[in-house]
C-alpha cells in the first residue's frame, strides 16, 4: 500500500470520518504487521490533529507503551511515560488493531465481520457505602450534592465526590461512629470531622467518630488509605490497623497499606513525623519513628527502608498504575481490587516484572492489550481472569 495512501486513511480515522469502505480497509491495515512503522509515523506527525478530534472515549486513551527495549524482552515490558493525550491515542491505535475505531465508528455504518469478544469490565469509579450509627447504610456514588444525614449534632455533606462533616448543632449522648468503605472497584475521599482528609483506595474500610473529643483522634483501618492529618498537638491522631499496628500522629501526610493478601503492613511517610507500633496478631511488639521518606513494614517484626519510591505508593491516589520494578503478581493483586475481578493461574505465576506508569480509568480489556504484549495469555470467563 501506497504511504499516502496510509496517512490519508489515518488522518480520516482521527477525524472520524472514515467510509464503510475505508473502515474495512483500515481495519485490514491495522491488522497488517508490513504497514505499523508508516501507520505509526502518520499517527505521530497527525498528533497535533487530536486535540479536537480525539474521541470522548476516555477510558482507552491512557494504554500506552513503548516497543519492547530490554535486554530481557520476555520479563520486562515498557509503557510510555505519561504524556498528552493525543499522544496518548496514537499508539493506543496502533496497538489496540483496531478495536478503538470498531467501538467509536457511527452505529449506521455495518462493522466488519468479527469474532466474538467476551464484554469488557469498566475500570473502577469514585463510590462508597456509608454506614451509619444505626447500622443503615448509604450509597455515596447514588447521590447527589447536598446534606445526606445528621449524626449527633452533625451534618453529612456530599459534595463533588467527597463527604464532609458540618457542625449543626451540640451533640447528644456519647459518641457515635460511622464507617465508610469502599467494595472492590471504587475509591472515595472523606473530610474527617477535625478536617482530616482521607482518600480510601479500592477494597477498604475507615471508622470513626462523627465528633473528635477527649485526648486523642482515633480512627480505624483496613485495607489502603492516604491521610493528610489536620494539626492539633493537643489531640494526637492514631490510625488502628488491622488490629495489627497503630500509627500515632501530631499532623502530616503518610500512607499506609494493610490488605490482607499482601506480604506486609506497610506505611509511608511523606511529610512531619510518625511513630508507627505493631500490635499483636504475630507480629512482635516493637515501634519505630519514621522520617520523610521512609517507610515501615511490619511483617513478623519491624523493617524500615529509607528512600521509599513515594510515586510509587501515592499512585493509586492520582489515578494511576504505578509498575516500576513490580511483579505480575503484585500488579493482578491491585487490578483484583480495581476491576472487581478474580485472578486465577493455570501454570503458576509467570516471573515477569514491570516498568511505566498508565492511567487507571483504561478498561479491563485496554489493559490486556498491553500485558498481551508479553508472552503471557489470558482469557476472560465473566468476571474471571485466567492466566494462562
Known amino acids: 500500500m501506497e504511504n499516502t495512501r496510509i496517512y490519508y486513511l489515518a488522518g480520516q480515522c482521527l477525524k472520524k470520518s472514515l467510509s464503510s469502505t475505508e473502515q474495512a480497509e483500515f481495519q485490514q491495515l491495522l491488522q497488517s504487521p508490513d504497514h505499523q512503522e508508516t501507520l505509526q509515523a502518520a499517527f505521530e506527525e497527525l498528533a497535533g490533529e487530536l486535540d479536537t478530534t480525539a474521541p470522548q472515549d476516555e477510558a482507552l486513551l491512557p494504554l500506552l507503551q513503548r516497543a519492547l527495549n530490554s535486554d530481557k524482552p520476555a520479563h520486562r515490558i515498557h509503557f510510555l511515560p505519561r ?27 455495518p462493522p466488519p465481520v468479527i469474532a466474538a469478544k467476551p464484554v469488557d469490565i469498566a475500570p473502577g469509579r469514585e463510590g462508597a457505602i456509608l454506614t451509619l450509627a444505626d447500622g443503615s447504610k448509604v450509597a455515596l456514588d447514588s447521590l447527589s450534592n447536598g ?55 479500592a477494597a477498604s474500610s475507615i471508622r470513626y467518630p462523627t465528633l473528635f473529643s477527649g485526648k486523642e483522634r482515633i480512627v480505624e483501618v483496613t485495607g489502603e488509605a492516604y491521610f493528610e492529618v489536620a494539626k492539633n498537638p493537643a489531640m494526637p491522631f492514631r490510625v488502628r490497623v488491622n488490629n495489627k499496628a497503630e500509627i500515632a500522629v501530631l499532623g502530616t501526610h503518610f500512607n499506609v497499606n ?10 509511608t511517610l511523606l511529610e512531619g513525623s510518625v511513630r508507627v507500633a505493631a500490635l499483636a496478631g504475630g507480629h512482635k511488639p516493637g515501634d519505630v519513628i519514621l522520617r520523610p521518606g521512609q517507610q515501615a513494614q511490619i511483617e513478623t517484626t519491624i523493617r524500615v527502608i529509607e528512600n521509599a519510591n513515594i510515586d510509587k505508593v501515592i499512585a493509586w ?62 482469557r476472560l470467563e465473566g468476571r474471571k481472569l485466567i492466566v494462562q
Open 83 to 109: 504524556r498528552s493525550w493525543a499522544a496518548a491515542s496514537i499508539i493506543l491505535l496502533v496497538l489496540a488493531a483496531g478495536t478503538y475505531f470498531l467501538v467509536t465508528h457511527k452505529k449506521n455504518t
Open 147 to 201: 446534606v445526606i444525614a445528621k449524626q449527633n449534632g452533625t451534618q453529612l455533606v456530599l459534595a463533588n465526590g467527597q463527604l464532609a462533616y458540618d457542625p449543626a448543632g451540640a451533640p447528644t449522648g456519647e459518641a457515635v461512629y460511622n464507617t465508610m468503605s469502599t467494595p472492590k472497584g471504587r475509591q472515595f475521599r472523606i473530610a474527617l470531622p477535625d478536617g482530616t482528609q482521607v482518600w480510601l483506595n
Open 258 to 267: 494493610a490488605y490482607d493478601n499482601e506480604q506486609a503492613i506497610t506505611t
Open 317 to 378: 491516589k492520582n489515578g494511576l498504575f504505578y509498575f516500576d520494578g513490580v511483579s505480575l503478581a503484585e500488579i493482578m493483586r491491585q487490578m483484583e481490587r480495581w476491576y472487581d475481578i478474580e485472578v486465577v493461574y493455570e501454570k503458576g505465576i509467570p516471573d515477569i516484572e514491570f516498568e511505566g506508569e498508565m492511567t487507571k480509568d483504561v478498561s479491563l480489556n485496554g489493559l490486556l492489550v498491553m500485558l498481551r504484549r508479553t508472552d503471557i495469555h489470558f
